[in-house]
């Protein structure tokens, strides 16, 4: 795991002062490096029976389709408000300085549908708890949450109680 570790680059200040920004993107040119972490996230729900792979905007789309194709199931995007062209139902989340929505289409999951959720990366769990809201919403029943990274320093998990959380990478 050190080894993938040092395929991602720190950033200070960005996106503002103060903020420690971990670029994935150092990870994703490096094929071995993308093939591993799809492949890790793959052995832990393979056995799952998952209809679903749920991804958050925008960096959960680069993992979440591989991992739903590995898992032979349909992969469905959350997005911000106002970039699903269909009906959608939403729900908000803070952010450091006021809030933010995010949408899914409300034919996305079926009821009692199996999902997982995906994103890149944990911070404080805010995206994370709205998505699964969004799930709840439509009857899905959440199978786990994976992610990359975990920064654990900010307690993400503590939103995300009662669910089974994965992350591959912890700081």
């Known amino acids: 795991m050190e080894e993938l570790k ?38 832990e729900y393979r056995d799952r029976e998952i209809d ?13 389709p591989a991992l739903a194709y590995n898992l ?18 939403s729900a908000s989340y803070d952010l450091e300085y006021g809030q933010d929505v995010l949408e899914m289409h409300t034919d996305a999951i079926q009821k009692g549908g199996r999902v997982l959720i995906v994103d890149d990366l944990i911070a404080t769990g805010g995206t994370a708890a709205a998505t699964t809201q969004l799930v709840h919403q439509l009857g899905g029943e959440i199978i786990g949450l994976a992610f990359i990274v975990e920064l654990e320093f900010l307690k993400g998990r503590e939103k995300l109680d009662g669910f089974e959380i994965s992350s591959i990478l912890k700081y």
Not at 24 to 39: A, G, P
């Open 52 to 64: 679903q792979v749920v991804a958050i905007e925008s960096r959960g789309f680069i993992f979440g």
């Open 6 to 43: 040092k395929k991602i680059r720190e950033v200070p200040d960005f996106p503002s002062p103060g903020i420690l920004f971990y670029d994935l993107t150092t990870l994703l040119k490096d094929s071995e490096s993308l093939r591993t972490v799809i492949d890790l996230m793959t052995h």
């Open 72 to 89: 032979q199931t349909g992969f469905v995007p959350v997005r911000k408000k106002g970039r699903l062209p269909a009906q959608t139902i």
